[in-house]
């Protein structure tokens, strides 16, 4: 079993930066796939990034590339979102999300067992 616990959200204006956090419990935390989903209000979930185990493998929603970067430090059991350039349209509450077997990377929310409770980024014109 796995816990995942976000943080660094919250209301900041267009071009601003946040950095988000999701801080995992639970073992084996070195072979899980992890990344970042996000949902806006009245909208569907979405994916937005996702590095594998090695972190030898990316991937990035189009509307983030370039913006967004990916990251984890697996001696801190720690996967980070650093969010450049904000734009209102990346309001949404973010979600980290975590796969066991994590040897590729996966964009499909139906691929990831564990979830946190979300962290809401505001993003102000």
């Known amino acids: 079993q796995v816990q995942l616990v976000e943080s660094g959200g919250g209301s900041v204006q267009a071009g601003d930066s946040l950095r988000l956090s999701c801080a995992a419990s639970?073992?084996?935390?070195?072979?899980?796939?992890l990344a970042w989903f996000r949902q806006a209000p009245g909208k569907e979930r979405e994916f937005v990034a996702t590095?594998?185990?090695?972190?030898?493998?990316?991937a990035y929603a189009d509307s983030v590339k370039g913006r967004f970067t990916i990251s984890r430090d697996n001696a801190k059991n720690t996967v980070y979102l650093q969010m450049n350039s904000l734009k209102p349209e990346d309001t949404a509450v973010y979600y980290c999300?975590?796969?066991?077997?994590?040897?590729?990377?996966?964009?499909?929310?139906?691929?990831?067992?564990?979830w946190g409770q979300g962290t809401q980024v505001t993003v102000s014109s």
């Open positions: 999300a975590a796969r066991p077997a994590g040897y590729n990377i996966y964009t499909d929310s139906h691929e990831y067992a564990y």
């Open positions: 639970g073992r084996t935390f070195s072979s899980y796939a």
């Open positions: 590095i594998s185990w090695t972190a030898s493998r990316f």
